[in-house]
C-alpha cells in the first residue's frame, strides 16, 4: 500500500503562486505515475497535471503554461508549482499516484483559494 500526504495550500490572490507538494509512504518501489487532480465545489475531479517515474509530463489546457508538475523520486514526492493563479483555479487538490502491482492511491486533498 501507499500513502499520501500533500501540503502547501491556501489562500492567495490573482496573480500569485503556490506549490503543492505530495509526498508518498509505504510501498514506493510499486510507485509509477503522480499527479494532481483538482475538484471545485459542485464540479466533477479532474485532472490537472501528470507526471511518469521517466519525467514525460500531462497537462491539462487550462493550466498549461502556468503550472508545473515535478517530482524527486528519491524523495517519492511530487510537486505542483502553480504561478499566475486565477479564481477559477480554487479548487481542493488531491494527489494521485499509480501503482504497478496495487492499482491508483488518493492524497486526503488540500484546498486552494485564490480571491480576485
Known amino acids: 500500500q501507499v500513502q499520501l500526504v500533500e501540503s502547501g495550500g491556501g489562500l492567495v490572490q490573482a496573480g500569485g503562486s503556490l506549490r503543492l507538494s505530495c509526498a508518498a509512504s509505504g510501498s514506493i518501489f510499486n510507485i509509477n505515475g503522480m499527479g494532481w487532480y483538482r475538484q471545485a465545489p459542485g464540479k466533477q475531479r479532474e485532472l490537472v497535471a501528470t507526471i511518469t517515474r521517466s519525467g514525460n509530463t500531462n497537462y491539462a489546457d487550462s493550466v498549461k503554461g502556468r503550472f508545473t508538475i515535478s517530482r524527486d523520486n528519491a524523495k517519492s514526492t511530487v510537486y505542483l508549482q502553480m504561478n499566475s493563479l486565477k479564481p477559477e483555479d480554487t479548487a481542493t487538490y488531491y494527489c494521485?499516484?499509480?501503482?504497478?502491482?496495487?492499482?491508483?492511491?488518493w492524497g486526503q486533498g488540500t484546498q486552494v483559494t485564490v480571491s480576485s
Open positions: 494521485i499516484c499509480n501503482t504497478y502491482s496495487y492499482g491508483d492511491y
